[in-house]
């Protein structure tokens, strides 16, 4: 599975962004997806993830209720609305899957990960 993320920028404190992530090579269908990000210094934490028929979410306490992580199976895609941003949500984000059905917080539990983009939030 190729994973293809976009939509990173530069904005503001209290702007939003939407991540998507594209993915190509595999039944997209059958995986779980995450966001992760990892800014300068620290180490790659978990940010939201999406079961594979999206009737379950998960979200770090950091961004619950800012963060919004959803799927269409038709278009193969994942998405994160990024609402309210603070400048420390300023990190590279990263799509990932996971043929799994329990562990989706940990990124040891993923199978396949994209590229990065990059969030900077400016205050």
């Known amino acids: 599975v190729q994973l293809q993320a976009s939509g990173g920028g530069l904005v503001q404190a209290g702007g939003s962004l939407r991540l998507s992530c594209a993915a190509s090579?595999?039944?997209?269908?059958?995986?779980?997806m995450g966001w992760f990000r990892q800014a300068p210094g620290k180490e790659r934490e978990f940010v939201a993830a999406?079961?594979?028929?999206?009737?379950?979410?998960y979200y770090a306490d950091s961004v619950k209720g800012r963060f919004t992580i959803s799927r269409d199976n038709a278009k193969n895609t994942v998405y994160l609305q990024m609402n309210t941003l603070k400048p420390e949500d300023t990190a590279v984000y990263c799509c990932?899957?996971?043929?799994?059905?329990?562990?989706?917080?940990?990124?040891?539990?993923?199978?396949?990960w994209g590229q990065g983009t990059q969030v900077t939030v400016s205050s």
């Open positions: 990932a899957a996971y043929s799994g059905h329990f562990y989706y917080t940990s990124r040891h539990s993923y199978d396949y």
């Open positions: 090579g595999g039944t997209f269908s059958s995986y779980a």
């Open positions: 999406i079961s594979w028929n999206g009737g379950s979410t």
